[in-house]
């Protein structure tokens, strides 16, 4: 059974860059051929997919947001982490990280979100 944890900061200030981890367990980020994402869910709407970093360690982001985002990996502690640069208050969110296989391309695991809120 695949596990996905979060975890974040929870409060920042705008303009900071927070990190926000995935710890996985019951499977390891590196296997072939799955993807790790992050999905973040703004308070009162839709899901925002923010971006992945596959099995081999490439990433792949959102247009909108590819600018101030960066996903990285610890395969030693089997985390990702998302590094959202520049907050603002639209940036407030519930903020998933999950997993998608192949070759259905579809969501399969997910962790229960962690709130980051921009605020002064």
Same mark, same amino acid.
């Given at each position: 059974?695949?596990?996905?944890?979060?975890?974040?900061?929870?409060?920042?200030?705008?303009?900071?860059?927070? %990190?926000?981890?995935?710890?996985?367990?019951?499977?390891? !980020?590196?296997?072939?051929?799955?993807?790790?994402?992050? +999905?973040?869910?703004?308070?009162? *709407?839709?899901?925002?997919? !923010?971006?992945? !970093?596959?099995?081999?360690?490439?990433?792949?982001?959102?247009?909108?947001?590819?600018?101030?985002?960066? +996903? %990285?990996?610890?395969?030693? *502690?089997?985390?990702?982490?998302?590094?959202? %640069?520049?907050?603002?208050?639209?940036?407030?969110?519930?903020?998933?990280?999950?997993?998608?296989?192949?070759?259905?391309?579809?969501?399969?695991?997910?962790? *229960?979100?962690?709130?980051?809120?921009?605020? %002064?």
């Amino acid at each position: 059974q695949v596990q996905l944890q979060e975890s974040g900061p929870g409060l920042v200030k705008p303009l900071q860059t927070p %990190s926000l981890t995935c710890t996985v367990s019951g499977g390891s !980020i590196t296997t072939t051929y799955y993807y790790w994402n992050w +999905i973040r869910q703004p308070p009162g *709407k839709g899901l925002e997919w !923010i971006g992945y !970093i596959a099995y081999s360690g490439s990433t792949y982001y959102s247009p909108s947001l590819k600018s101030r985002t960066s +996903i %990285s990996r610890d395969t030693s *502690k089997n985390q990702f982490t998302l590094q959202l %640069s520049s907050v603002t208050p639209e940036d407030t969110a519930v903020y998933y990280c999950a997993r998608v296989e192949t070759p259905h391309y579809e969501y399969d695991y997910w962790g *229960k979100g962690t709130l980051v809120t921009v605020s %002064s």
